[in-house]
């Protein structure tokens, strides 16, 4: 019989991915809910001394595919090292993050296993589903995702086929606080590859020269939205975010006017942000935007359309123009600081 939640947590040089680990916290929750275990999932090559971490952030066990075929993330060696843990162990849920390697492998994997995929969820939970009055019902994963351009929120049931299987968006769920005490089985599967596995050859990994910041990781994010009125007001947020030691980050309407860069979009289809302090400089409110950073801490909102529906989502609302607000916030910090 089908049972636990596996988490495919992503390596690249053996550095674990957040998302995993974010994956790792949400699963226990659902883990509890069903009254079963959470097991992580390592692939790759000499990646051993990583599993003990896996546990430390919450997972019961971990089981890790070792072999100089998983050293570099290719497809078919891990669609088969996967569906060969799926295969052994018989998961009741399998979670990925949606990051590029996840939205490559998940779906290889579902098809090769023969069950359903729920791609780029913002929201799990476990609940019972019933047919009808007489039905006794099943617990089931009730997989949500925003739907018809994101108009509405889908909630997505996979009930005749296992593993349920489903991507979660990076920074959607929050990682436990690590504890070192925690003890868990380690187990490795052993899985036999061929040359023929390898259907592609890798003839050199180019790394990016200048890594540039990750608005997911900023513990502050001064944000700027059409409200701004020109891309050169993006200088005026970044010395205010960098008073702040932190980053800056826009509404879609800017970076589609190519006034900012994609990896600086936040939202449903940028990326989701949790830091301490969210400003948003300009910026409506647009159900879209409000996806990707309704989950940050404290969110400080500067408009000068006080029925704005981001101050709905406010903490600290901030009536006014923001080129008149942002200069003077900057000048007063400063101070402050000095
Ligand atoms: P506007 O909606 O034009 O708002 C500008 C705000 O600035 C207004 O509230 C105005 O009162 C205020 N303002 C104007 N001048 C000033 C001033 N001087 N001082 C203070 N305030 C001022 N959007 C995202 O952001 N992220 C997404 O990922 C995303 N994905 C989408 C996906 C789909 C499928 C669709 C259909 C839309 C998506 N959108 C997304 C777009 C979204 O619906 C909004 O159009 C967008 O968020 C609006 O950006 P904005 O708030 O910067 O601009």
Known sequence: MSKDIYVVVEQRDGLVAKVGLELIGEATKLAADLGQKVVGVLLGDKIKEKTQSLIEYGADEVVYVEDPMLAEYVTEPYAKALAAVIKECDP???????????????????????????A?????????????????????LFMTRP??????????????????????????????DKDTTRKGEIREIKVEFVPSDMNVVIREVVKEKHKKSDITEAK???????????????????????????????????????????????????????????????????????????????????????TAPIFDVADVGIVGDVKVIIPKLTDALKKYKL
């Open 92 to 118: 009741e849920i399998v979670l990925f993050g949606a990051t590029s390697i996840g939205r490559d492998l998940a779906p290889r994997v579902a098809s090769r296993i023969h069950t359903g995929l729920t």
């Open 120 to 140: 780029d969820c913002t929201k799990l939970d476990i609940d019972v589903f019933k047919a009808n009055e007489e039905d006794p019902g099943q617990k089931l």
């Open 147 to 176: 739907a018809f351009g994101g108009n509405i929120m889908a909630t997505i049931l996979c009930k005749n086929y296992r593993p349920q299987m489903a991507t979660v968006r990076p920074g959607v769920m929050k990682r436990l």
């Open 220 to 306: 502050v994010l001064v944000s700027g939205g059409r409200g701004i009125g020109s891309p050169d007001f993006f200088g005026t947020l970044k010395e205010l975010a960098d008073v702040l030691g932190g980053d800056i980050s826009s509404s879609r309407a800017n970076v589609d006017a190519g006034w900012a860069a994609k990896d600086r979009q936040v939202g449903q289809t940028g990326k989701t942000v949790r830091p301490d302090l969210y400003l948003a400089c300009g910026i409506s409110g647009a159900i879209q935007h409000v996806a990707g950073m309704e989950g940050s801490e404290c969110v400080i909102a500067i408009n000068k359309n006080d």
